[in-house]
């Protein structure tokens, strides 16, 4: 198999079909496009979700921390605690270790979120640097949203601007290599969007307007997201290709590596279903959230792109584009 995601056909074949067991308390099983797990032992749903980070060696905690945080924020849940796993090679100074714990403690204390445990090793298993985050978050049962809940004629929506975490881990890892063919402005500005990573605030946002469904933009990106969501909805799309946010920077550091903007890794972003979407833009943009309606879902299982009066149908998700940076 090749670096990235498991195609969906394989995780169908080899992964789903061998989750057989169900408990009852168990509200969101495990399935393709869903960000979290979802248990009710109580009056409140439990949310957990975990990510590792492979592909960053820089502000590796910080993006850790926003990736698992999104994931919890997607379902509308309050992110209570995490579980913070940090396993480093061999010779690795303390002095990184130090720093990683500064960056999530700092999230933590913001966002008032307890580091519930975790684990930290030295390993020559791994050749860099491998951090993974665990939440759990609570939300009251009946106010629980899901990737599979959009719905025939809700507007989709997008906040921020695509491609927000893969232009910022690019432009650190090959900032020499960029400041040599690209105006510095550019570089800098771009490294600058690791700061724009979170999408709690885009969540409550969301969930005071009110929302169908909500996924955070990770890997495959809006593509990607824009499939997930649909597959697991069982519904189609209609999206305009133009009215997709995306940032000058991203599309001239993707351009130098001749990368697909539409296919990298989005955190910062969510796609929202809502049957307010202009409504819910303007809430955001009231918030200092930009925020764009991008097409609608449709009856039926065709997931159209448009662009400028040409018509594409989207496919299944495919490897990062970032992965092919590092090539």
């Known amino acids: 198999m090749e670096i990235g995601k498991v195609p969906e056909n394989v995780l169908k074949r080899s992964v789903f079909k061998k989750l057989t067991v169900k408990r ?46 999104n994931d919890i924020a997607s379902s509308g849940a309050e992110l209570v605690g995490i579980l913070l796993t940090i396993i480093m090679p061999p010779n690795s100074e303390e002095g990184e270790l130090k720093q990683i714990m500064d960056d999530v403690s700092q999230l933590t204390a913001e966002y008032h979120v307890e580091i519930l445990g975790g684990h930290t ?19 009251a049962k009946d106010k629980l949203v899901t990737t599979k809940g959009l719905k025939p004629g809700q507007d989709l929506v997008v906040t921020k601007w695509v491609g927000l975490e893969g232009t910022s881990i690019i432009a650190t890892e090959f900032e020499k290599e960029l400041k040599k063919r690209l105006p510095v402005s550019i570089v800098d500005e771009s490294q600058k969007f690791a700061s724009l990573l979170s999408v709690v605030k885009d969540s409550r946002v969301a969930m005071q307007v009110g929302v169908s469904a909500m996924h955070d933009v990770t890997e495959g990106g809006i593509f990607g997201a824009l499939w997930e969501m649909a597959e697991a909805s069982g519904v189609g799309l209609c999206v305009d290709l133009k009215k997709i946010p995306i940032r ?16 990298l890794i989005s955190s910062g972003s969510m796609l929202i279903g809502t049957d307010h979407g202009s409504q ?5 943009a009231k918030e200092g959230i930009h925020a764009s309606v991008i097409g609608k879902a449709v009856e039926g299982n065709d997931r159209v792109i448009f662009n400028d009066g040409e018509k594409r149908f989207l496919e299944p998700p495919k490897a990062d584009e970032l992965y092919r940076a590092f090539d």
């Open 248 to 263: 000058q920077e991203t599309i001239e550091i993707c351009e130098f590596f001749n990368l697909n903007p539409y296919q």
């Open 24 to 69: 009852p308390e168990v509200l969101v099983h495990a399935g393709g496009g869903e960000d979290c797990a979802v248990l009710a032992p109580t009056e409140n749903a439990l949310v957990l979700s975990t990510d590792p980070i492979t592909a960053s060696a820089k502000e590796i905690g910080t993006i850790a921390f926003h990736i698992t945080a």
């Open 280 to 284: 819910l833009v303007d809430a955001l």
């Open 121 to 139: 090793e030295v390993s020559a298993v791994v050749n860099q640097t491998l951090v993974s985050v665990t939440g759990i978050g609570r939300i």
